[in-house]
Antibody, heavy 117, light 108 residues
Framework: QVQLVQSGAEVKKPGASVNVSCKASGYTFTGYYMHWVRQAPGQGLEWMGWINPNSGGTNYAQKFQGRVTMTRDTSISTAYMELSRLRSDDTAVYYC??????????WGQGTLVTVSS | SSELTQDPAVSVALGQTVRITCQGDSLRSYYASWYQQKPGQAPVLVIYGKNNRPSGIPDRFSGSSSGNTASLTITGAQAEDEADYYCYSRDSSGNHVVFGGGTKLTVL
């Protein structure tokens, strides 16, 4: 069965960077785009971008351009999302999600990132 | 604000039918997909494409689209359907994707 297992919760200071990982299993990692989505406390879902694990190509939401970097390591079927210059309003749960037929069919369990001085 | 607009809250009596809508110009060209999210849990895909349900999603969930509006219908709502529902599709440029603001469904 498809599984996306994300790294654990992080606490960061403003201005720092965070790197969240998403390890995929149960399917061909390079065959499906991977999205990153975040959800601030009490708020809705916000798309951050996607990565094509086959080519490494990326597409970022304009809001995060210049601050987000999505990468992958195909040898271990893992996608990564790095967000830099963290601010308090970056406090959120970050999810990875596998794209199937332009829908997010499978989701990771979420990673809470807390930005606090 | 999102390019996909949803009503913030909708309620339905147990066993009745409810429709949750999502409006946006991009929906004239692209299908929406729908996600159910319960408190403290990751979202779950319930409808995608024209009207497709992933394995394990009850057939009381269905989707439709007309003009700039996509709809998620729950026929015979159950207590366990109480959740937040999000639509998702391309944005107006077609280059990116976007979520609607979400609809909180209460089953009375």
């Amino acid at each position: 069965q498809v599984q996306l297992v994300q790294s654990g919760a992080e606490v960061k200071k403003p201005g720092a960077s965070v790197n969240v990982s998403c390890k995929a299993s149960g399917y061909t990692f390079t065959g499906y785009y991977m999205h990153w989505v975040r959800q601030a406390p009490g708020q809705g879902l916000e798309w951050m971008g996607w990565i094509n694990p086959n080519s490494g190509g990326t597409n970022y939401a304009q809001k995060f351009q210049g601050r987000v970097t999505m990468t992958r390591d195909t040898s271990i079927s893992t996608a990564y999302m790095e967000l830099s210059r963290l601010r308090s309003d970056d406090t959120a749960v970050y999810y990875c999600a596998r794209d199937v037929d332009t829908a997010m069919e499978n989701w990771g369990q979420g990673t809470l990132v807390t930005v606090s001085s | 604000s999102s390019e996909l607009t949803q009503d913030p809250a909708v309620s339905v009596a147990l066993g009745q039918t409810v429709r949750i809508t999502c409006q946006g110009d991009s929906l004239r060209s692209y299908y929406a997909s729908w996600y159910q999210q319960k408190p403290g849990q990751a979202p779950v895909l319930v409808i995608y494409g024209k009207n497709n349900r992933p394995s394990g999603i009850p057939d009381r969930f269905s989707g439709s689209s007309s003009g700039n509006t996509a709809s998620l219908t729950i026929t015979g709502a159950q207590a366990e359907d109480e959740a937040d529902y999000y639509c998702y599709s391309r944005d107006s440029s077609g280059n990116h994707v976007v979520f609607g603001g979400g609809t909180k469904l209460t089953v009375l």
